[in-house]
């Protein structure tokens, strides 16, 4: 039965889709503009520079005091080598901070 009934004429394309989409793309270019979404290469760099100081930082103060606590513990010299580690841990934090702050940026 559905087969023997006449089908619908396709609706034409309204001109008010054609003037809608035109404007959501106007839109999206100026949003793309305004959030700076097409630049790109700055802010990741930045973000991973900033990340691996925070981890030499970190990872001086943590290694060079657990160095010293588990020699002091086994040498029974506390907290002398704890101090000494520490201190030793933060002077190579910082020399790896400034040697990757002051290394020439690649172009």
């Known amino acids: ?3 023997t009934e006449p089908g619908q004429d396709p ?8 003037s809608l989409e035109e404007r959501l793309k106007r839109a999206e ?11 790109t290469g700055g802010t990741d760099e ?3 520079l900033g990340n691996r100081v925070l981890a030499e930082l970190i990872g001086g ?11 002091d513990k086994w040498i029974g010299t506390s907290p002398w ?4 580690f520490l201190f030793l841990g933060i002077f190579v934090a910082f020399r ?12």
Not at 61 to 71: D, E, M, T
Not at 81 to 84: A, E, F, G, N, S
């Open 29 to 39: 270019a100026v949003e793309q503009v305004r959030t700076n979404a097409g630049q």
């Open 61 to 71: 103060l943590v290694g060079g005091a657990l160095i010293g606590f588990v020699l």
């Open 81 to 84: 080598l704890l101090l000494v």
């Open 46 to 48: 930045n973000t991973r």
């Open 11 to 18: 609706i034409a394309k309204d001109s008010r889709i054609g």
């Open 1 to 3: 039965m559905a087969e």
């Open 96 to 107: 790896n901070i400034i040697r990757i702050s002051t290394k020439r940026p690649e172009k």
